[in-house]
């Protein structure tokens, strides 16, 4: 059954985190899981709802609002994970708890003026990858300063680490600059390197794979369908 392979994902995911905590000298709890649900179905996220984890995080805007309205009754906290568009907010801010990717100064201006305390990670390319969105280290102060005077509780920063080189010194960097700019809330490490991330202060992890098992090759449909 798919909902006993996903609870049996979840209680093992949560022992890894477990374990890593402890190892990072902190309780289990100091990690919040993110259930990463990009091209997931109803069934399968209300399946990890059910097994626990309430966080859940959407990378698509057009994903989260035909998905979100099927969950209701399950009282998911939606992250928004993705590069987002400044002509999506009014779409997703009825839904979004946590937004986990504003990575500049437009972008966080947008937001402000359509969601009131909105709760925020500005997102870090701290590898500098051209392909990747996020902000310069350099420009992460500047862009906490602009986002608090506009009234949005920023609680820390988000990065994705290259998946071609150690995770560790781009973990170890965006824990030093959140040191530095005071914020608590690190998103870092994915199924590949939560472990990882853990141990170098992560947390909040995101995690797809490691919860619903490999992606089919062809994204099943994702609109709202039936809660079973």
Same mark, same amino acid.
């Given at each position: 059954?798919?909902?006993?392979?996903?609870?049996?994902?979840?209680?093992?995911?949560?022992?890894?985190?477990?374990?890593?905590?402890?190892?990072?000298?902190?309780?289990?709890?100091?990690?919040?899981?993110?259930?990463?649900?990009?091209?997931?179905?109803?069934?399968?996220?209300?399946?990890?709802?059910?097994?626990?984890?309430?966080?859940?995080? %959407?990378?698509?805007?057009?994903? #989260?609002? &035909?998905?979100?309205?099927?969950?209701? !009754? @399950?009282?998911? +906290?939606?992250?928004?994970?993705?590069?987002?568009?400044?002509?999506?907010?009014?779409?997703?801010?009825?839904?979004?708890?946590?937004?986990?990717?504003?990575?500049?100064?437009?972008?966080?201006?947008?937001?402000?003026?359509?969601?009131?305390?909105?709760?925020?990670?500005?997102?870090?390319?701290?590898?500098?990858?051209?392909?990747?969105?996020?902000?310069?280290?350099?420009?992460? %102060?500047?862009?906490?300063?602009? #986002?608090? &005077?506009?009234?949005?509780?920023?609680? !820390? @920063?988000?990065? +994705?680490?290259?998946?071609?080189?150690?995770?560790?010194?781009?973990?170890?960097?965006?824990?030093?600059?959140?040191?530095?700019?005071?914020?608590?809330?690190?998103?870092?490490?994915?199924?590949?390197?939560?472990?990882?991330?853990?141990?170098?202060?992560?947390?909040?992890?995101?995690?797809?794979?490691?919860?619903?098992?490999?992606?089919?090759?062809?994204?099943?449909?994702?609109?709202?369908?039936?809660?079973?």
């Amino acid at each position: 059954m798919e909902y006993e392979q996903i609870g049996e994902r979840v209680a093992a995911v949560r022992e890894r985190i477990a374990d890593a905590a402890r190892r990072s000298g902190r309780p289990p709890e100091s990690v919040r899981l993110v259930a990463a649900t990009k091209t997931r179905t109803v069934d399968e996220i209300a399946s990890v709802i059910r097994a626990g984890v309430f966080d859940v995080g %959407e990378n698509r805007a057009q994903e #989260l609002v &035909a998905k979100a309205p099927a969950l209701v !009754g @399950l009282d998911p +906290v939606w992250h928004f994970i993705g590069r987002l568009q400044r002509n999506k907010i009014n779409q997703l801010r009825r839904w979004v708890s946590w937004w986990q990717s504003i990575d500049d100064a437009a972008l966080a201006d947008a937001l402000t003026a359509r969601v009131e305390h909105a709760r925020v990670l500005i997102e870090v390319n701290i590898a500098g990858e051209t392909q990747k969105g996020g902000c310069t280290p350099e420009a992460a %102060e500047g862009l906490t300063d602009r #986002l608090r &005077a506009a009234g949005a509780d920023v609680r !820390g @920063l988000m990065t +994705v680490a290259p998946a071609s080189a150690d995770p560790r010194p781009t973990f170890a960097a965006l824990r030093g600059l959140a040191g530095k700019l005071e914020l608590a809330e690190l998103s870092m490490g994915m199924s590949g390197d939560f472990e990882a991330a853990i141990e170098e202060g992560a947390t909040i992890v995101r995690v797809g794979t490691g919860l619903f098992g490999p992606r089919p090759d062809i994204p099943p449909n994702s609109g709202p369908g039936a809660v079973t």
